[in-house]
């Protein structure tokens, strides 16, 4: 599973994000436009991300891109679905959106022992051209059939432009129950990823 991460603003939701992907499995992250990374423009760490990510980047590939719209039109061509995190008249609830490869990385995840743990499991994961075809949605001993997917995060307070859910093939929302109408970033990715993958 691939993460995008479009126009975010804050280091800190941003090393948030990278902790959680890691800890679910995910195989890489692209941090497009202005969206922080780990390096910055000049090679030189960026401690308020690094101090949130806790050392996840490490387990993790990423990847700085400046147009998430190219990227994803790229990805479709690879027949990647994406799936859009965003508020929008389009949008249905997480909660009521069916994904098979949940069942594919639980599986994973309920045998890490067979890669050699839960570490070796995200390094076997990450990036998926060394280790296994996941872009084809095989493994190395062919466990893995479900299709790929790409979810896509916005800026905090933009959130995704049009051009990129006019692309998506599905985009999601998490309903509210209280006043509030909007969730932290790196919360509501948290929310995202683990219900997509359990």
């Excluded at 995008?4 to 603003?9: G, H, P, T, V």
């Amino acid at each position: 599973m691939l993460i995008i991460l479009n126009n975010l603003r804050s280091s800190q939701n941003v090393g948030a994000v990278f902790r959680t992907a890691e800890a679910a499995g995910c195989e890489k992250i692209y941090c497009c436009g202005i969206t922080p990374s780990p390096l910055d423009r000049f090679s030189r760490p960026n401690a308020r991300l690094l101090k949130a990510s806790l050392g996840a980047e490490k387990y993790l590939g990423w990847e700085k891109i400046k147009s998430a719209t190219r990227l994803i039109k790229e990805l479709k061509k690879q027949n990647y679905q994406i799936l859009a995190l965003e508020q929008d008249k389009k949008s249905i609830s997480l909660f009521d959106f069916d994904i098979s490869l949940s069942q594919t990385l639980r599986r994973h995840c309920e045998e890490p022992r067979a890669y050699g743990g839960r570490r070796a499991f995200a390094r076997w994961s990450a990036p998926a051209r060394k280790r296994g075809n996941l872009e084809r949605g095989e493994s190395k001993n062919n466990r893995v059939t479900a299709k790929n997917f790409a979810l896509v995060l916005g800026n905090e307070v933009n959130g995704l432009p049009r051009s990129i859910l006019n692309r998506a093939d599905e985009i999601l929302e998490i309903p509210m129950a209280g006043r509030k109408e909007s969730l932290n970033a790196a919360v509501a990715f948290g929310i995202m990823v683990f219900w997509l993958i359990h």
